[in-house]
């Protein structure tokens, strides 16, 4: 059963942020109250899974936590024949999301894999989902990732990336990591909570700029790209290749 998010309560050193068993037993908690849309965006998810994902395909939730993602496709995929791969490298993650999606009566089959996002085959797909994941992807191995997704959806397909992001600008940067602290306090985090939190994840979740993300995407072959939402400095892509 979900929990509250009191993980980064003490004071003192903080060791890197890792999808452990304690993540995983608040992360519905923690991922709503720290990531300003996060609700919209699953929920979005699906409206685009409903209109882009084709007949006898394959959607992807890469990263894909608890399944917040691949449940949102899961429940709008009105096109006949499709199947959904969910994979994280987690096993707490995976094991957790075993159960959400066993509890869940949709007729969409999900295989749930626990495994490298990087390791994992992309084909025949039309919905590729990368939401608040790329982020954690090493940058070195961020370009052939999203070649790799691009050379696995068909024509027509649709990547969803969702990113913390950084901006070019120093001033406005600072702005919209304080308006972010300024929203987790709003939820309920106390100072202590968001530096710690800070500290622990600083090194492990590296963001980049929307130049950066789109570059990347148009080099990879995309024919479309946009930004469908944004909030401070958290947003999401689409690009439809
Ligand atoms: C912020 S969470 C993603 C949230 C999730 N997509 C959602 O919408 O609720 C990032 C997830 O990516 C997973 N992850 C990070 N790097 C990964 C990799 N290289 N391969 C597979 N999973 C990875 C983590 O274990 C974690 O569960």
Redesign the pocket.
């Known amino acids: 059963m979900q929990q509250k998010d009191t993980l980064f309560q003490h004071e003192g050193p903080v060791a890197d942020f890792v999808?452990d068993d304690k993540v995983?037993d608040v992360?519905t908690d923690m991922?709503n109250r720290s990531?300003p849309g996060?609700a919209s965006?699953?929920t979005q998810?699906g409206t685009l899974a409903e209109r882009y994902v084709q007949p006898e395909s394959v959607c992807y939730?890469?990263?894909?936590?608890?399944?917040?993602?691949t449940l949102s496709m899961r429940h709008h995929i009105k096109a006949g024949g499709c199947r959904i791969v969910a994979?994280?490298?987690?096993p707490a993650?995976v094991a957790r999301c075993q159960a959400v999606m066993d509890q869940d009566q949709s007729d969409v089959p999900v295989e749930l894999r626990c495994?490298?996002?990087?390791d994992?085959t992309i084909g025949n797909a039309s919905l590729v989902?990368?939401?608040?994941?790329l982020?954690?992807?090493p940058l070195v191995r961020r370009d052939a990732l999203i070649r790799k997704i691009f050379g696995g959806l068909r024509p027509g397909g649709m990547l969803i990336l969702?990113e913390k992001i950084h901006f070019e600008d120093a001033a406005l940067n600072a702005l919209f990591i304080d308006l972010h602290h300024r929203f987790k306090e709003q939820n309920g985090y106390t100072r202590t909570e968001i530096s710690q939190k800070r500290a622990a994840i600083e090194n492990v979740l590296v963001p980049e700029t929307l130049r950066v993300h789109e570059q990347r995407i148009r080099s990879a072959g995309f024919s479309s790209y946009a930004v469908w939402f944004q909030c401070f400095n958290f947003a999401s892509m689409v690009a439809v290749k």
Request: proline content about 0%; overall charge negative; some cysteine.
């Open positions: 999808f995983a992360f991922i990531v996060y965006i699953i998810i939730d890469l990263g894909c936590s608890l399944g917040a993602a994979v994280d490298n987690s993650m495994a490298d996002i990087l994992v989902v990368l939401n608040f994941t982020q954690f992807v969702s």
